[in-house]
């Protein structure tokens, strides 16, 4: 049973391919996306894995005041208590578990301000539920005029005003939309949505701390989900061949990216250790069984195992395909 729970945000610093495999539509190669909604996500079995691979790049860690010694070693026994083992023959559950990471904000270019982060009420919604579930608490404000070609924003920066009618307009891509502008406060912990996010979710030394306070836009369900399915990056790609140096024969393909500075969030859960009976024999096998004996409550120091180790990182993770080309470079923060 999970015990501790926190959120985990994910900023994607270069374009993301978290593929679902080959399709039959558009595009060869799509993105992971909810059943229902259509949204992207990520599985959290590839979250899951992303991070663990990452963690076995570290050198060493320290928890409790103790140097975790990870060493790059794939069969490390603190990997295995906390992601659990890779060898079936050692089975035991892992420690750690994630929720598939949702969307939260996406980046759309705007005619002002570079680009907008847009969200909708049926995202706000499901974050209110998932912060409900970590104890945080969350007021979300009504917007009784959302509709078709209508918006709600504070954004100055990105807002064009018809001087004779004194109404505003906010241009994304090639639509506008009449902006209303948000009456009720958006607070989470005695703070607006906004500001909260530049302090908890995205990298303070990014110079998009300061643009998200203000630059969110709220759009209706049907106009977030057509942004969301159309204006992702899809990228063209062949193989040449070395002897010829030309295209091979049916190797063209188009492959579909998640926006570089696109905002989703997880949910991070830690039990108390799982450990087969080999493990429990010898707790020498690992600094985290030498920390805590095992009888104890543990999940504060798998959350912190994981905290510390995202730290070691500099807080960045590569996820989903092509990592030689730079792509999957995301900003993980845990709250």
Same mark, same amino acid.
């Given at each position: 049973?999970?015990?501790?729970?926190?959120?985990?945000?994910?900023?994607?610093?270069? $374009?993301?391919?978290?593929?679902?495999?080959?399709?039959?539509?558009?595009?060869?190669?799509?993105?992971?996306?909810?059943?229902?909604? +259509?949204? $992207?996500?990520?599985?959290?079995?590839?979250?899951? +894995?992303?991070?663990?691979?990452?963690?076995?790049?570290?050198?060493?860690?320290?928890?409790?005041?103790?140097?975790?010694?990870?060493?790059?070693?794939?069969?490390?026994?603190?990997?295995?208590?906390?992601?659990? $083992?890779?060898?079936?023959?050692?089975?035991?559950?892992?420690?750690?578990?994630?929720?598939?990471?949702?969307?939260?904000?996406?980046?759309?270019?705007?005619?002002?301000?570079?680009?907008? &982060?847009?969200?909708?009420?049926?995202?706000?919604?499901?974050?209110?539920?998932?912060?409900?579930?970590?104890?945080?608490?969350?007021?979300?404000?009504?917007? $009784?005029?959302?509709?078709?070609?209508?918006?709600?924003?504070?954004?100055?920066?990105?807002?064009?005003?018809?001087?004779?009618?004194?109404?505003?307009?906010?241009?994304?891509?090639?639509?506008?939309?009449?902006?209303?502008?948000?009456?009720?406060?958006?607070?989470?912990?005695?703070?607006?949505?906004?500001? &909260?996010?530049?302090?908890?979710?995205?990298?303070?030394?990014?110079? &998009?701390?300061?643009?998200?306070?203000?630059?969110?836009?709220?759009?209706?369900?049907?106009?977030?989900?057509?942004?969301?399915?159309?204006?992702?990056?899809?990228?063209?790609?062949?193989?040449?061949?070395?002897?010829?140096?030309?295209?091979?024969?049916?190797?063209?393909?188009?492959?579909?990216?998640?926006?570089?500075?696109?905002?989703?969030?997880?949910?991070?859960?830690?039990?108390?250790?799982?450990?087969?009976?080999?493990?429990?024999?010898?707790?020498?096998?690992?600094?985290?069984?030498?920390?805590?004996?095992?009888?104890?409550?543990?999940?504060?120091?798998?959350?912190?195992?994981?905290?510390?180790?995202?730290?070691?990182?500099?807080?960045?993770?590569?996820?989903?395909?092509?990592?030689?080309?730079?792509?999957?470079?995301?900003?993980?923060?845990?709250?």
């Amino acid at each position: 049973m999970y015990k501790s729970k926190k959120i985990m945000f994910l900023v994607s610093e270069t $374009p993301m391919h978290a593929g679902s495999g080959s399709d039959l539509g558009i595009v060869d190669l799509p993105i992971q996306r909810e059943r229902h909604t +259509g949204f $992207p996500k990520i599985e959290a079995s590839s979250l899951k +894995g992303a991070i663990r691979e990452s963690f076995e790049g570290i050198d060493k860690f320290d928890v409790e005041g103790k140097s975790i010694q990870i060493g790059g070693k794939a069969d490390n026994k603190d990997l295995q208590i906390v992601f659990g $083992p890779e060898d079936t023959d050692n089975a035991h559950a892992g420690a750690i578990g994630f929720s598939d990471a949702r969307l939260l904000l996406f980046p759309v270019k705007s005619m002002k301000g570079i680009f907008a &982060w847009v969200t909708c009420p049926k995202i706000l919604s499901q974050f209110k539920r998932d912060m409900d579930l970590i104890g945080k608490d969350v007021k979300l404000p009504q917007f $009784p005029k959302l509709g078709k070609n209508n918006c709600y924003s504070n954004s100055e920066g990105l807002a064009i005003e018809i001087k004779k009618s004194n109404e505003k307009f906010i241009a994304l891509e090639e639509y506008t939309f009449a902006c209303n502008k948000i009456e009720q406060d958006f607070i989470i912990e005695n703070k607006n949505f906004g500001e &909260w996010l530049s302090e908890n979710a995205v990298n303070k030394e990014s110079a &998009w701390a300061t643009k998200i306070k203000t630059d969110i836009v709220v759009l209706s369900d049907d106009d977030f989900k057509d942004f969301v399915e159309l204006s992702t990056e899809v990228v063209t790609r062949t193989k040449i061949n070395n002897e010829t140096g030309t295209v091979e024969k049916g190797a063209l393909f188009t492959e579909e990216y998640l926006p570089a500075e696109t905002v989703m969030y997880s949910l991070a859960f830690a039990s108390d250790f799982f450990l087969n009976k080999e493990i429990k024999k010898n707790y020498a096998l690992s600094k985290l069984l030498e920390i805590v004996k095992p009888e104890n409550k543990t999940n504060e120091l798998v959350m912190e195992f994981l905290e510390k180790g995202i730290s070691a990182l500099h807080n960045l993770v590569q996820i989903g395909g092509n990592s030689t080309l730079g792509k999957g470079l995301t900003h993980i923060k845990i709250v």
